[in-house]
Each structure stands twice: as C-alpha cells, then as structure tokens.
C-alpha cells in the first residue's frame, strides 16, 4: 500500500472531507502540469491518504484513495489566487480516522531518530510540495503515533457530499511528440510510475513490494524513484532497494553520473555500506557509448552492476527490455 500526503489549509481541509476529496493545484507550464500528473499517478485505490494542514502544523487522517486521481475542473475549494485544484481523487473513511492530530514537531522527533527520511514539504528547488509520497515504514511509525495520542476514536463521520465519479484520465492529459513518445522527461516518469503503482513492471524490475517518487536526498537533488524489496517471509523487512534514473532520449555521463552518486548516498544513509543491498537502474530510450562502456567495466572490475533498460512507448504505454552489454 502506497502511501501519500496532500498540502491543505484549515478550511479547505474542512471541504475536502465533506465532499470526499482530495487534490493539487495546477501549473502554468505544460512540463510543470506533466510533472504534477506524475505525482498523482503513483495513487491507486485502498492507497493511505493523509493531509498536512498548512498554518497548523499538523497531519490529519487516516483516509484512503477511493478510485484513481482525475483531472475535472469543476470549482470545490477556496483560493484566494483563484486556483482550482483540478487534479484530484475521491477520498473514502477508514476504521482510524483520528480527532486528535500528529504535529509537525513529532515527525521531526522522528526525522531525528531516522524513522522518517522522506517526508518533505519542500522540494529541492524552494517551492513547496502540494502533495508527496511517504514509504510504508515511515506510515507505521506516522499510524503509531496516532494510536498512542487517540487511545479511543469513535467511528468516522460518513462523506456528507461525496464528489461524483470520474474515470481515471489523467495520462490521457499527458504531451507526446509526433513519434508518440513523451514531449518532457516529466510525462516518461508519469507513464512509469502509473505503471509501477499497476505492478506493470514486476518482470523486468523484480517483485518490488513499495515504491516511491521523487525521493529527497541531503544534497538538494530528487532520486526519480525508489523501489523496496522485501523479505518473502517478513513482509515488514526491507532487504533491498532499486534506485532508478529516468532519461525520456539518451542517458549520457551527466546522468550515469547523477545516479551513481544517489548509489553511494543511499549506500551511506539508508543500506548500511550493503551494496548488495542496492540495486541500480538506468531507464532511458537509447545510452551513450562511454555509458555502456563504464557500465561493463565496472562489472568486471568493481562486481557492481547498473542495469540498462530500454523503453519503447506505445499507444501512452511503456514496455521495458533489457539492455545487454
């Protein structure tokens, strides 16, 4: 179960729960819309959703996704900038569905015990987040200090105006090219990530059990995404992770570069020195020859392996095959 968290004010908050509904703002860039579609695109339905109240400090839930995300423009909330929050998903109650809040202050308690890494209201860039993924690990530690401030919670209150239903249609917003690939690098993560959260890829990338986007590191830059792998007996035991670096043309030394230094970050913060543990991947459409040419001879001389992989586009889908070397 992916779990995601949405950036609202009181009011709004207020909205969003009687309608049944959650949503982020659009942008005024094509590139900066396909990159909004590609956050949303990770949430499927049963997905936990949470919502962090601006102003407040403070994170309110337990929700879960009831439908996929949709864009539909039809005005709900209040902005003072006249914003409509076309990007959204159908909100439904679970049993946990808690009066009193998580604050800010104990996640970053939290933060300081490394129990939550990726929680992350700014993005690298400055401008806040309006919505972001967490990893499974981190949402016990969120769920449990819900529990330990509500030790009795009465029954939620039902949706009082549930928002109609709309089908899924937000890769069909999405800008291609005449070829019918992605026009941005942002539409390729979109398609890849609406794949993952559909277990699409689970041939070529393994039976990965979580999966993340837009992952912060320390050093001001995003690893494209991250998947978890987990102990077949101890669902709740990570062994590995697959770092994974998207490129919509050709993956030259600047990203072979890029990713390896999010392998040796990662390898430090979160893997314990396993490089075992890590398993690199480099998607892109084509490879530059001194790519290929480092990547094999880092297998032979190193033993550490970063794996091409191919991706045609068809018909707004993407298929991933292996890159031999």
Known sequence: MAVHIFLINEENYAISIRRG??????????????????????????????????????IKGIYMAYGKPFYDDTPVWH????????????????????????????????RDNGKIWTFSLQRPNGYSNSMFSISNAEFTEIRELFLKINPIFGRP????????HFEA?????????????????SGLTAIFFNGLADGRYKDSLGHYTDYLAYVPTSFQKEIDGLLFYSDIESPNRVIAYGLIELKRDIFNEDGLSQLL?????????????DSRAIRTVAIAKRFDDRVVDYVRRRKQFEGKAVRLLRYDCTNGEIALSEYNY
């Open 261 to 273: 230094r999010y392998e040796d970050w990662f390898l430090k913060k979160r893997a314990g020195g």
């Open 157 to 164: 209150t039902p949706i009082s105006e549930p928002y109609r």
């Open 79 to 110: 902005s003072d900038t006249g914003q409509i929050y076309p990007y959204r998903v159908r909100i439904d109650n679970t049993d946990m569905v808690f009066d009193t809040p998580v604050l800010l202050s104990d996640i970053f308690d939290l």
């Open 21 to 58: 509904l959650a949503a982020i703002p659009s942008g005024t860039m094509p590139d900066t819309n396909d990159q909004i579609i590609s956050r949303l695109s990770l949430v499927k339905e049963g997905d936990a959703i949470l919502f962090y109240l601006i102003g407040k400090k403070q």
């Open 169 to 185: 249609n937000l890769m069909q917003r999405l800008h291609f090219d005449s070829q019918g690939s992605p026009k941005y690098e």
